[in-house]
């Protein structure tokens, strides 16, 4: 049976270098933010490229028709399907049963860096696009069913990638593949049609680079600040549970 990974992400947390980190390996295929088209679409966000998005996946508007697809045929018959979701377009009414049938992974990373970068795209961003209200929701609901998802922070990845990345791989039960630590330079043809806006850092990597060595970004504004200061007690929720790598 092909395993399905869904690795429930926030934004601008190293989401689509992980992507192409398992898209290398030669048993594995990818799936870019399965439920982004349809959440554009009913939030009415004005994220940059949301036309080109909304036209080039229309598709993937339903989020019935993409819960279905998560548990169908897995393309080109490949032994593991890795799914990036991005946790806020898992919207409340989406059908999240399918959550029974995928192993899940939570990537997080330090808030303080996920808000500047994101801010720089899209300076509306309130907490809720951060995506970590939806992730806490969502694990303490798989930690209630009885299982424990592991949760990786990108900082780590970046600082120890073939340790953290070998302790994702026994946490989910598959074989960890030298093949995740580098990867071709350039975009893939599994890339969302939002690459354009995202993912210019990303398409010039070819690994996991080391993390920054300065200190986080600091807010002066009232209305960041108080974000970041709820945003970092939702992640600290997470991190408790991190494989940290050595």
């Known amino acids: 049976m092909p395993v399905r990974i869904a690795m429930i992400s926030g934004p601008r947390t190293v989401s689509t270098a992980m992507l192409r980190s398992w898209g290398n390996r030669a048993d594995t295929a ?56 991005i946790a806020q377009h898992l919207l409340d009414d989406v059908d999240l049963s399918w959550l029974g049938q995928v192993r899940c ?7 303080a860096r996920m808000l500047a970068s994101l801010w720089k795209r899209f300076p509306e961003a309130t907490l809720m696009d951060t995506g970590l209200p939806k992730q806490v929701a969502l694990f303490e609901s798989i930690v209630a069913s009885g299982d424990r998802p592991p949760v990786v922070d990108s900082d780590d990845i970046r600082r120890s990638p073939e340790a953290v990345l070998r302790g994702l791989c026994i946490a989910l039960d598959v074989p ?71």
Request: aromatic residues 12%; charged residues 25%; glycine residues 6%.
């Open 105 to 111: 992974a939570f990537l997080i990373r330090d808030p």
């Open 176 to 246: 960890f593949d030298p093949a995740m630590l580098q990867w071709p330079s350039g975009a893939r043809p599994t890339d969302g049609a939002w690459a354009p806006w995202w993912y210019d850092v990303v398409n010039e990597s070819t690994c996991f680079a080391p993390p920054p060595i300065d200190a986080p970004p600091d807010f002066e504004g009232p209305r960041q600040r108080d974000i970041l200061a709820d945003a970092r007690a939702l992640y600290d929720q997470l991190a408790q549970h991190r494989i940290e790598g050595h």
């Open 30 to 85: 990818v799936w870019d933010e399965p439920f982004y088209a349809q959440w554009l679409a009913k939030t009415g966000k004005l994220h940059p490229g949301r036309d080109a998005v909304l036209a080039a996946h229309a598709d993937e508007l339903d989020a019935d028709v993409v819960s279905s697809r998560i548990i169908g045929p897995v393309p080109d018959g490949q032994a593991i399907w890795y799914q990036k979701h």
